[in-house]
């Protein structure tokens, strides 16, 4: 099993910035894409970023500009900066990581890290 921790959610205004940070641990074997989604308040979870092994990263159109995915793959960390934070931003967001276990892609998620933006 692989332990996925999310922290920096919070209560920012709106125009402003917040970092998320992921750490993965337990029994990994070779995490491939790690990225980040995020769910509002009746809606559906979406993704907002994903970035490769390799780092190549992958934006929602929503967030492009505003929002920056980087990976530290020596610390199996993933952060996600968000600048220019609107209130429909406002959403739990979870982390997710796949874990290549033999042939097999394994998809890991977090609990959960609360983001509201409002004045």
């Known amino acids: 099993q692989v332990q996925l921790v999310e922290s920096g959610g919070g209560l920012v205004q709106p125009g402003g910035s917040l970092r998320l940070s992921c750490v993965a641990s337990g029994n990994i074997f070779n995490i491939f894409t790690m990225g980040w989604h995020r769910q509002a308040p009746g809606k559906e979870r979406e993704l907002v970023a994903t970035?490769?092994?390799?780092?190549?990263?992958n934006y929602a159109d929503s967030v492009k500009g505003r929002f920056t995915i980087s990976r530290d793959n020596a610390k199996n960390t993933v952060y996600l900066q968000m600048n220019s934070l609107k209130p429909e931003d406002t959403a739990v967001y979870y982390c997710n990581v796949q874990d290549l276990r033999g042939f097999t892609f394994v998809d890991y998620w977090g609990e959960g890290t609360l983001v509201t933006v409002s004045s």
């Open positions: 970035i490769t092994s390799t780092g190549r990263p």
